[in-house]
């Protein structure tokens, strides 16, 4: 219901989009003052039918003029281009490149700001960074960044950009608007988390560990029962106390391998189980960077234990979509 919810959002926000004018145009606060100079003089002008203020008028009126014509070239001929970082987690701070290009031959496009948009859960649009440019020659690429913080793990959906322009005097700020859509996958939190050098076995969020691993073919840790596991590995007194059934892991089958669980079933997407997430998503970091190999296991589903960095992004990327009672 909610990603129904959610599609039709970002179906209107899409539809308001193509609404749009392709410019707006909004004075500032010396553009106002302008204005109320301009309309006095136009007003003494008709009354006294003085040429002089004539004059000053047809200036003034000309400056407005002159003042759109070079903001729209300093917009006309701009293209963007967004750069995201290889990863990006949740509550940490990350660069997002953007690359300026100016297409026009031989115009000047000056003071440039350009805003990132990103889609929020409401489908409403946020800012996401900013950057400015104060100068691109024609027919050169600049290339500028934005910090950008995401809140929270998940899906981050970009809608475009926003590039306005106060150039030449100052009285106008215009902007025009550029879809430019596209999403990234935010991780969980990560948090150090201490881990023993002789550790190994099975590890569950939150909690500490479950025992060390031994050598040759000896006993080296205990993990929940699955589908096609031989009834003689049983750990009755593990299973008593967890009052579900628990397997002996042998050391010779498994060396190095440590596996994460993370409980799913029967919760509701609260601070706890964020919280949880966050506990596993560091468990996963901190083990692989000790250069095990880590697998995952839910309720619901069991990755493979695995080392490196496709391993990592697999078990964040998973972890990053994951939700109460179901699969990522």
């Keep these: 219901m909610d990603r129904r919810r959610r599609a039709l959002r970002r179906r209107f926000s899409g539809a308001l989009r193509w609404l749009r004018p392709p410019r707006r145009l909004s004075p500032t606060r010396a553009g106002w003052c302008f204005f109320a100079l301009t309309f006095g003089i136009g007003f003494a002008a008709l009354n006294t039918g003085n040429n002089l203020l004539y004059l000053v008028l047809s200036l003034m009126l000309a400056f407005l003029v002159l003042s759109g014509v070079l903001s729209e070239s300093a917009l006309r001929g701009v293209v963007l281009r967004r750069r995201l970082p290889r990863e990006l987690y949740a509550e940490r701070e990350a660069w997002v490149g953007v690359e300026i290009h100016n297409r026009q031959r031989g115009v000047v496009a000056y003071a440039l700001v350009v805003e990132d948009r990103w889609i929020d859960d409401r489908g409403q649009e946020r800012a996401a960074g900013r950057c400015t440019a ?19 793990r998940g899906e981050l959906a970009f809608a475009g950009f926003v590039v306005s322009t106060r150039f030449p005097f100052g009285l106008f700020s215009k902007s025009l608007t550029i879809d430019a859509p596209d999403r990234a996958l935010v991780y969980p939190a990560v948090d150090p988390v201490p881990i023993p050098r002789d550790f190994g076995g099975v590890r569950e969020a939150g909690e500490g560990v479950a025992g060390p691993r031994g050598h040759g073919a000896e006993v080296g840790g205990v993990r929940e029962y699955a589908r096609g596991d031989s009834p003689r590995r049983i750990a009755w007194r593990a299973s008593l106390r967890a009052r579900s059934l628990w397997v002996r892991e042998v050391e010779s089958e498994h060396q190095g391998e440590v596996e994460v669980r993370l409980r799913t079933a029967g919760r509701t997407a609260d601070a706890g189980f964020e919280r949880d997430v966050r506990g596993s998503a560091s468990e996963v970091a901190a083990l692989l960077e000790r250069g095990l190999r880590v697998g995952l296991r839910t309720d619901r589903e069991h990755l493979a234990p695995g080392a490196g960095a496709s391993q990592h992004a697999r078990l964040l990327g998973f972890l990053a979509r994951i939700q109460p009672g179901s699969s990522a």
């Design 134 to 152: 104060l100068r691109i020659a024609p027919g050169a690429t600049e290339t500028r960044s934005y910090r950008l913080r995401p809140e929270r």
